[in-house]
């Protein structure tokens, strides 16, 4: 009989995107809507700001990540991983003492990780070209 193995379920959102992340024990694969991270991310700095949650908990080689990533473009993508990457770390460090310096929640914190970024396009108003762009003004 097989048995399960335990895996760490987060959401991340950043403007349009929305990510479903799903740690398990492993050897640092991360697939990201089937694809390997490499492949689906045009940008190697992309690759590197979603895997940043790893890099500072030393848990780069220590988990296998599957993500689930839909809507927004590839910047709001990496954002959105990066925040379900940090929530699930969290849920597996949730049973360490929340005070002591090695505790996944006060180095991820210190690095501005765990906070949501709450910026969004703002709405198109009538009669301006954009959000706030008037249209152009002509005296003559």
């Known amino acids: 009989m097989a048995t399960k193995k335990q895996s760490w ?10 990510a479903q992340v799903t740690l398990t024990g492993g050897t640092g694969n991360i697939l990201v809507n089937g694809v390997d991270v490499n492949e689906y ?11 940043q949650p790893l890099v500072m908990t030393n848990n780069e ?10 809507g927004g473009g590839f910047s709001g993508q990496t954002g ?8 699930a770390l ?14 996944y929640r006060k180095i991820l914190k210190t ?12 709405r198109k108003k009538p009669g ?10 002509s005296k003559r």
């Open 111 to 122: 690095a501005g990780f765990v906070t949501r970024d709450p910026r969004v396009k703002e």
């Open 80 to 87: 959105a991983i990066r925040l379900g990457i940090t929530r």
């Open 61 to 70: 080689n220590k988990f296998d990540i599957n993500i689930t990533v839909k």
């Open 9 to 18: 379920s987060a959401t991340g959102r950043r403007k349009r995107s929305s």
């Open 90 to 103: 969290l849920l597996y460090d949730a049973n360490s003492d929340p005070s002591s310096d090695e505790s």
């Open 41 to 51: 991310m045009p940008y190697q700095t992309l690759v590197m700001d979603l895997k």
């Open 128 to 137: 301006l070209r954009k959000a706030r762009r008037a249209p152009q003004f």
